[in-house]
Every structure is written in C-alpha cells, then in structure tokens.
C-alpha cells in the first residue's frame, strides 16, 4: 500500500466521517448513506477510495454489504483513537457506538 493512497483516504471530510462511524460498529452501505446528503455513486466512491487504501473492509451478509474498519490496519486503529478528541468525530463515534448498542439490545 502506498502512503499517497492513505493520505488521499483521510484528505476527504466525508471519508473522516465514514471512518468515525465505523469505528464502533459496522454499517451497510444504506445505513452509511443516511447519515450524508449525496449520491449513492458518491458514496461508493468514498468507500472504494477507504477500501483501497486498507482501512475498510466489506463483507457480503446475505443482499447487503457491511462495512467495518480494518482493524488489523494501524492507520485505522490510529484514526479511531483521534476520532475520539476529534470536535468533528466524536460525536459521530457516539453515535456509532449507541447504533451498535441497539443493535445488540434487538438481538
């Protein structure tokens, strides 16, 4: 992986954000969409640009596809950490966090 492709994931305020709700829980592509005002093909975009540089994986679970940080990437684990202090993410990790709660609570 190259350093370029990284920077070029985190340059993005939306790729910031996409990253910040991961970092609690796993979203499907809807879920991720309703929280951002743009296209579907956009946030498609966005999230290839995430998966390429290695800090989001997805995986097909029945017709949907989840999405999650890549945990094993430092550069993930790095950003959850300062998503934390971040004015911008950390509200937005809260929220992923009470998103993962229900989900645990309806199961």
Do not use: W
């Not at 939306?14 to 743009?38: C, N, V």
């Not at 290695?54 to 430092?74: C, I, P, R, T």
């Not at 950490?81 to 709660?101: Q, Y």
């Amino acid at each position: 992986m190259k350093i370029d492709t990284v920077f070029d994931a985190l340059g993005s305020t939306p790729r910031r954000k996409i990253l910040a709700y991961l970092s609690e829980t796993s979203l499907t592509a809807g879920e991720i969409a309703e929280r951002f005002d743009m296209s579907k093909p956009a946030l498609s975009k966005h999230l290839k640009v995430l998966e390429n540089a290695g800090m989001v994986k997805s995986e097909k679970k029945g017709q949907f596809v989840h999405y999650s940080l890549a945990d094993q990437n430092m550069l993930a684990t790095l950003h959850s950490f300062l998503t934390t202090f971040c004015p911008v993410g950390g509200p937005l990790k809260r929220e992923g966090a009470a998103i993962a709660r229900a989900r645990r609570k309806a199961t």
